[in-house]
Antibody
Framework: EVQLVESGGGLVQPGRSLRLSCTTS????????MSWVRQAPGKGLEWVAF????????EYAASVKGRFTISRDDSKSIAYLQMNSLKMEDTGLYYC????????WGQGTLVTVSS | DVVMTQSPLSLPVTLGQPASISCSSS???????????LNWFQQRPGQSPRRLIT???NRDSGVPDRFSGSGSGTDFTLKISRVEAEDVGVYYC?????????FGGGTKVEIK
């Protein structure tokens, strides 16, 4: 069974950093691209970042470009989202998902940016 | 960016009756590989999103056949043939063709 488990969320002050992890199992991680999608409280879905397999291309939403970095460790089957210079508007539930077409999704990890 | 516009915002439905959600894109979703990457997701209350349909009309494994997708060009539709109580939630369309990937604003399906 394919499983994605996010971790690393928490309460952080504006301007600080946080690193999210997406630990996967049940499939050949190295063969798949990975995505991060977020959802602000009570709002819709916003795609955040994408990374191809084999250390390939990355893509970012304009709202996070230059502040967030997506990466992967194929030896551990983990995808990461390094979030720097956090803003209050980055608050939300962060999901990881497999592929560009987003199947399946993890349960999410909550990031709260507040002073 | 490709803007995805969904309607209606809210959809009250009687159990057993059909439901239909529309989604339009601001530009063609034809990928260079010839596919049209239009996906539909369901988010039940308190749960993570779940993909229902990919490439306009291909149901994912385990998705009941009362869900169907159709469309062409820039106009797409998700239909539920007979709404059940477990179908309550928010439905999103999403285009996976162009960067950045973009979602519609969501349609909330509720039981009358």
């Amino acid at each position: 069974e394919v499983q994605l488990v996010e971790s690393g969320g928490g309460l952080v002050q504006p301007g600080r950093s946080l690193r999210l992890s997406c630990t996967t199992s049940g499939f050949r991680f190295g063969d798949y691209s990975m995505s991060w999608v977020r959802q602000a409280p009570g709002k819709g879905l916003e795609w955040v970042a994408f990374i191809e397999p084999y250390g390939g291309t990355t893509e970012y939403a304009a709202s996070v470009k230059g502040r967030f970095t997506i990466s992967r460790d194929d030896s551990k089957s983990i995808a990461y989202l390094q979030m720097n210079s956090l803003k209050m508007e980055d608050t939300g539930l962060y999901y990881c998902s497999r592929g560009r077409q987003l199947l399946p999704w993890g349960q999410g990890t909550l990031v709260t940016v507040s002073s | 960016d490709v803007v995805m516009t969904q309607s209606p915002l809210s959809l009250p439905v009687t159990l057993g009756q059909p439901a239909s959600i529309s989604c339009s894109s601001s530009q063609s979703l034809v990928h260079s590989d010839g596919n049209i990457y239009l996906n539909w997701f369901q988010q039940r209350p308190g749960q993570s999103p779940r993909r229902l349909i990919t490439k306009i009309s291909n149901r994912d494994s385990g998705v009941p056949d009362r869900f169907s997708g159709s469309g062409s060009g820039t106009d797409f539709t998700l239909k539920i043939s007979r709404v059940e109580a477990e179908d309550v939630g928010v439905y999103y369309c999403m285009q996976g063709t162009h960067w950045p990937l973009t979602f519609g604003g969501g349609t909330k399906v509720e039981i009358k």
